[in-house]
Nanobody, 124 residues
Framework: QVHLVESGGGLVQAGGFLRLSCAVSGRTFSNNGMGWFRQAPGKVREFVAA????????YYADSVKGRFTISRDNAKNTVYLQMSSLKPEDTAVYYCAGSRSSSGSYYAGDYDYWGQGTQVTVSS
């Protein structure tokens, strides 16, 4: 059984920072791309960031580019999302996902495994 467990969410003021973690158990994802998505109330789930299996390729949504950084530690089977200069519009549930391919992807349909999500709330 594969499990992806996100942690690190919480309440932060605008301009602040948070670091999300996604720990994977049940199988190794060292050969697979990983991604972060988010869903705000009343909105569809949207792509945030993705990283290839080696970490050499990273992709970001325009809305977070320059503020968020995705990284991974394959030895720990863990993916991170460092978020800085947070804005109220970043408020959402953030989901970690494991891709079936070695590269990262912008598309939720390319991911087979999903975590339960962690809430991030940014106050103004």
């Amino acid at each position: 059984q594969v499990h992806l467990v996100e942690s690190g969410g919480g309440l932060v003021q605008a301009g602040g920072f948070l670091r999300l973690s996604c720990a994977v158990s049940g199988r190794t994802f060292s050969n697979n791309g990983m991604g972060w998505f988010r869903q705000a109330p009343g909105k569809v789930r949207e792509f945030v960031a993705a990283i290839s299996w080696s970490g050499s390729s990273r992709y970001y949504a325009d809305s977070v580019k320059g503020r968020f950084t995705i990284s991974r530690d394959n030895a720990k089977n863990t993916v991170y999302l460092q978020m800085s200069s947070l804005k109220p519009e970043d408020t959402a549930v953030y989901y970690c996902a494991g891709s079936r391919s070695s590269s990262g992807s912008y598309y939720a349909g390319d991911y087979d495994y999903w975590g339960q999500g962690t809430q991030v709330t940014v106050s103004s």
